[in-house]
């Protein structure tokens, strides 16, 4: 299906004069225009040069229009509408993946009559009290080849299974489920590197790994307590097929790139990228421009178990809870590395004997990550020395984290309507730009 660029049909006032501005160029080769929100790069996206804008015209598609109607006096007083009444609807679409967002600045405006407790995130375990998951001993299952724990987290497996023939539980040790440091998800992370590993021993035929997150009833969690799901399966979720599938195809549309290469040039080069990086490993984060739901992050990295993956995931979810107020999100991660079952050894069963997740050291796996670099915000060298350091072609498969938040816990109204559910497309209310900064507040308290 074929998506096509259209022109700008609006150019509001109070964006002409910052776009029309004759710019210097940047190392990336974009005009250096500091663009503050998608309205702007949808109506700028044309002018822009450079191989990054080249990225960002090849993956992403966008349209922006006026939509009007005619408000009566009384409508009119009451939400505060002009009656003349025009706003600029911006689409963005990853060319792709077909991936869509609209965006409408006036629907922030837009009132909720449905009404519910604004108690937020409502724990029913009294605090942990009556918590199956606080007792994780007695009342979690465990799978027949054992558990993995670490200090701050410990898996089990499903009681109640959809995925076959391994289907698991990660667990933090604490209750609360918003409230996780960077050592304890760095725990959670490879006590769950650790499953798939030994699952696939178990299940050597299953080959397709997938991690999901739920965090509140709102985002699918049954249960209060933080926790995720872990997913061996010989049959890929289609999420997972149509990233495979759609990264080939693109390969091999536009062969020296990737599709990953393209998103992550196609966000540094309006803003919205970053990049942490330790040694030879990396991990970007990008606030991006077609979300699946609000606030999305894509985090591209090496492996659960990457310290600057660990960072960059913790900085963006704490950026969302702590700083954007979300209560309730979903982190769902796809091309998770899984080793060789044949280079592995069958576990016995229990903690100690389940072998070291991605060939690494256990020291390693768990060094701290002091030395991390912060790139495209802080020196790193310039945006395009980092650029040169993303792996190019159909081999770079890397690990990619997806973040998005699942609304107001206050509301009792579906943040999945018939747009995402029958469409497949989304509403974007949070501006990546706005994201992109809260994101960067957290990496400024990365310790270096
Ligand atoms: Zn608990």
Same mark, same amino acid.
């Given at each position: 299906m074929a998506v096509s660029n259209c022109?700008?049909?609006?150019?509001?006032?109070?964006?002409?004069?910052?776009l029309l501005k004759s710019l210097p160029m940047s190392p990336l080769g974009v005009r250096c225009v500091q663009l503050q929100s998608v309205f702007e790069v949808a109506l700028s996206v044309d002018s822009l040069a450079g191989p990054g804008a080249a990225a960002l015209r090849r993956l992403y598609a966008f349209t922006a229009g006026t939509a009007r109607c005619r408000v009566g006096p009384e409508l009119s007083r009451k939400y505060g509408m002009e009656p003349d009444n025009a706003q600029?609807?911006?689409?963005?679409?990853?060319?792709?993946?077909?991936?869509?967002?609209?965006?409408?600045?006036?629907?922030?405006?837009?009132?909720?009559?449905?009404?519910?407790?604004?108690?937020?995130?409502?724990?029913?375990?009294?605090g942990g009290r009556m918590c199956d998951f606080c007792?994780?001993?007695? %009342?979690? =299952?465990?799978?027949?080849? $054992?558990?993995?724990?670490?200090?701050?987290? @410990?898996?089990?497996?499903?009681?109640?299974?959809?995925?076959e023939p391994a289907h698991g539980l990660v667990l933090f040790k604490h209750h609360n489920p918003l409230s996780f440091s960077r050592e304890q998800l760095k725990d959670f992370l490879a006590v769950s590197a650790d499953w798939f590993t030994a699952a696939a021993v178990v299940h050597p035929d299953a080959c397709h790994p997938f991690f999901i997150?739920?965090?509140g009833p709102r985002a699918g969690a049954s249960q209060f307590h933080g926790h995720g799901q872990l997913m061996l399966t010989a049959l890929p979720v289609p999420a997972q097929a149509r990233?495979?599938?759609?990264?080939? %195809?693109? =390969?091999?549309?536009?062969? $020296?790139?990737?599709?990953?290469?393209?998103? @992550?040039?196609?966000h540094a080069a309006v803003g919205l990228a970053r990049a942490l990086g330790q040694g030879e490993d990396r991990c970007w984060i990008l606030a991006h421009l077609a979300p699946q739901k609000d606030m999305e992050v894509v985090l591209l990295g090496s492996s659960l178990t990457s310290p600057v993956f660990v960072a960059a995931l913790h900085a963006s979810l704490r950026a969302l809870v702590d700083s954007l107020g979300v209560q309730t999100f979903n982190c769902g991660i796809l091309n998770v590395p899984l080793k060789q079952p044949q280079l592995l050894q069958q576990p016995a069963g229990g903690v100690e004997s389940c072998p070291a997740a991605n060939g690494l050291p256990r020291e390693a796996r768990l060094d701290d990550s002091q030395g991390l670099m912060l790139a495209f915000s802080k020196g790193m060298?310039?945006?395009?020395?980092?650029?040169?350091?993303?792996?190019?072609?159909?081999?770079w498969r890397p690990?990619?984290?997806?973040?998005?938040?699942?609304?107001?816990?206050?509301?009792?109204?579906?943040?999945?309507?018939?747009?995402?559910?029958?469409?497949?497309?989304?509403?974007?209310?949070?501006?990546?730009?706005?994201?992109?900064?809260?994101?960067?507040d957290q990496l400024a308290s990365v310790q270096l």
């Amino acid at each position: 299906m074929a998506v096509s660029n259209c022109a700008p049909r609006a150019s509001p006032s109070y964006l002409a004069g910052k776009l029309l501005k004759s710019l210097p160029m940047s190392p990336l080769g974009v005009r250096c225009v500091q663009l503050q929100s998608v309205f702007e790069v949808a109506l700028s996206v044309d002018s822009l040069a450079g191989p990054g804008a080249a990225a960002l015209r090849r993956l992403y598609a966008f349209t922006a229009g006026t939509a009007r109607c005619r408000v009566g006096p009384e409508l009119s007083r009451k939400y505060g509408m002009e009656p003349d009444n025009a706003q600029l609807v911006v689409s963005i679409t990853n060319k792709a993946t077909l991936e869509q967002a609209w965006y409408n600045e006036v629907r922030t405006r837009k009132p909720q009559t449905f009404k519910a407790d604004a108690a937020g995130l409502v724990d029913p375990t009294d605090g942990g009290r009556m918590c199956d998951f606080c007792n994780w001993r007695t %009342l979690t =299952a465990e799978d027949t080849w $054992g558990r993995i724990e670490r200090p701050h987290a @410990v898996t089990g497996s499903n009681l109640f299974k959809y995925g076959e023939p391994a289907h698991g539980l990660v667990l933090f040790k604490h209750h609360n489920p918003l409230s996780f440091s960077r050592e304890q998800l760095k725990d959670f992370l490879a006590v769950s590197a650790d499953w798939f590993t030994a699952a696939a021993v178990v299940h050597p035929d299953a080959c397709h790994p997938f991690f999901i997150w739920n965090c509140g009833p709102r985002a699918g969690a049954s249960q209060f307590h933080g926790h995720g799901q872990l997913m061996l399966t010989a049959l890929p979720v289609p999420a997972q097929a149509r990233l495979t599938q759609q990264s080939e %195809l693109h =390969a091999q549309a536009h062969p $020296g790139t990737s599709l990953y290469h393209d998103m @992550v040039q196609a966000h540094a080069a309006v803003g919205l990228a970053r990049a942490l990086g330790q040694g030879e490993d990396r991990c970007w984060i990008l606030a991006h421009l077609a979300p699946q739901k609000d606030m999305e992050v894509v985090l591209l990295g090496s492996s659960l178990t990457s310290p600057v993956f660990v960072a960059a995931l913790h900085a963006s979810l704490r950026a969302l809870v702590d700083s954007l107020g979300v209560q309730t999100f979903n982190c769902g991660i796809l091309n998770v590395p899984l080793k060789q079952p044949q280079l592995l050894q069958q576990p016995a069963g229990g903690v100690e004997s389940c072998p070291a997740a991605n060939g690494l050291p256990r020291e390693a796996r768990l060094d701290d990550s002091q030395g991390l670099m912060l790139a495209f915000s802080k020196g790193m060298g310039s945006d395009e020395d980092v650029l040169r350091l993303l792996p190019s072609g159909m081999e770079w498969r890397p690990l990619m984290a997806r973040v998005v938040s699942r609304g107001k816990t206050t509301s009792p109204a579906s943040d999945f309507g018939c747009l995402e559910v029958i469409g497949h497309a989304s509403i974007g209310h949070t501006d990546p730009f706005l994201l992109i900064q809260r994101i960067d507040d957290q990496l400024a308290s990365v310790q270096l």
